[in-house]
């Protein structure tokens, strides 16, 4: 089956609960990178074991992502800026950050979507653990120009609590 969802990891969410020796500090103070994937026969899982859910692990290896040595979507992703966690929705808790535009000229084919990690997640359970998949509804592409990933009015994240 092929990607065509978006969904948070359960193993961030289990990681994200258990502070201790998990090397996890939160997404607020931490670095939050996005990453692009093309490959059209990836399916990410929201089930994987937490050893996949990182840059660079499972379904998330270099061979399956677009953007590589280009210095205006380098292959590790780009920062999210003005990240944001709201409550003022009953029964809800969302994350967001700012639309995350490349930094100028780039040409890109295929993009299917792309991982948000924690990029500070350095020790413990696993480096650079992935918290969601986005999926952005086919392949997209850019050349010559500026590719931006656009979040949902929603937030990037969203918990019916």
């Known amino acids: 089956?092929?990607?065509s969802n978006s969904k948070i990891f359960r193993e961030w969410l289990k990681q994200a609960h258990q502070v201790s020796g998990t090397g996890y500090t939160g997404l607020d103070s931490d670095t939050v990178n996005v990453a692009l994937f093309t490959a059209a026969g990836m399916t990410p899982d929201q089930d994987a074991a937490l050893?996949?859910?990182g840059y660079a692990t499972g379904v998330w290896v270099s061979g399956?992502?677009?953007g590589g040595t280009d210095a205006n979507w380098v292959a590790a992703g780009r920062p999210l800026a003005?990240?944001?966690f709201d409550t003022t929705v009953a029964v809800t808790f969302f994350f967001d950050a700012a639309d995350l535009a490349g930094g100028g000229n780039v040409t890109l084919t295929g993009v299917l979507g792309c991982l948000?990690?924690?990029d500070s997640i350095t020790a413990g359970t696993i480096a650079d653990q992935g918290v969601s998949y986005h999926y952005f509804g086919g392949a997209q592409s850019v050349t010559a120009g500026t590719f931006t990933v656009l979040w949902h009015a929603n937030g990037i994240n969203r918990y019916t609590l």
């Open 1 to 3: 089956m092929a990607w």
């Open 51 to 53: 050893a996949s859910t």
């Open 64 to 66: 399956n992502q677009t």
């Open 82 to 84: 003005s990240k944001t």
């Open 116 to 118: 948000v990690y924690d």
